[in-house]
């Protein structure tokens, strides 16, 4: 199985903020065929389903904002969040969908500072 | 508009099986693919297995000798089925459409939570 690793597991920021969170898999993500990477980051409020922000691991979805920055290629791959505001507050998850089964990391938790 | 939504007991005892269904709208369940995922209380998420659009299935080996996933196409609905249930099986269950077989899982449920307890 492919083992996704998450850094850091949580972090204290404030609004206004530049924040970036890693995660590294243990095998490459990235496509010799089309060459695309294999890599989702999904954001999780308490309470609430995982809601998909980044595919192919820089892909903003439709409607996500546009400071939320996925970038990384192979094994390592970071999400960057431009400015964060109070409504970013959230559990992110990174997962590949290179194979099965499908994993995701541990989560990063971003708390108020 | 996209939904899918899981149903199914709040609680189950040790050694029992448990039955949710996942009913989608909005999509076709022979265009795409319902993963089911579970997330225990305060920790993680963990893939279990899928439907593909065609009927084929795929199981992770952590759940393979116990989890059964089928579908009734005409219902628009999804099952799961685990038995052989202990208390670290207490989670909360979604299930979440992808378009293909390797591909993001765009839209999810709400879930639903199921405590293994006697």
């Known amino acids: 199985d492919i083992v996704m690793t998450q850094t850091p597991s949580s972090q204290a920021v404030s609004a206004g903020e530049k924040v970036t969170m890693s995660c590294k898999s243990s095998q490459s993500l990235l496509s010799s065929q089309n060459r695309n990477n294999y890599l989702a980051w999904y954001q999780q409020k308490p309470g609430q389903s995982p809601k998909l922000l980044i595919s192919w691991a820089s892909t903003g979805e439709s409607g996500v904002p546009d400071r939320f920055i996925g970038s990384g290629s192979g094994t390592d791959f970071t999400l960057t969040i431009s400015s964060v505001q109070s409504e970013d507050l959230a559990v992110y998850y990174c997962e590949q969908y290179y194979d099965f089964p499908r994993t995701f990391g541990g989560g990063t938790k971003l708390e108020l500072k | 508009q996209v939904q899918l939504k899981e149903t199914g007991p709040d609680l189950v005892q040790p050694t029992q099986t448990l039955s949710i269904t996942c009913t989608v709208s909005?999509?076709?369940?022979?265009?795409?693919?319902v993963h089911w995922v579970r997330q225990p209380p305060g920790k993680g998420l963990e893939w279990m297995g899928a439907m593909g659009n065609g009927g084929g299935t795929d199981y992770h080996s952590a759940f393979k000798s116990r989890l059964s996933i089928s579908r009734d196409t005409s219902k628009s609905q999804v099952f799961l089925k685990m038995n052989s249930l202990q208390t670290d099986d207490t989670a909360k269950y979604f299930c979440a459409r992808a378009y293909g077989t390797y591909d993001v899982m765009d839209a999810w449920g709400q879930g639903a939570s199921v405590t293994v307890s006697s």
């Open positions: 909005g999509f076709s369940l022979t265009t795409y693919n």
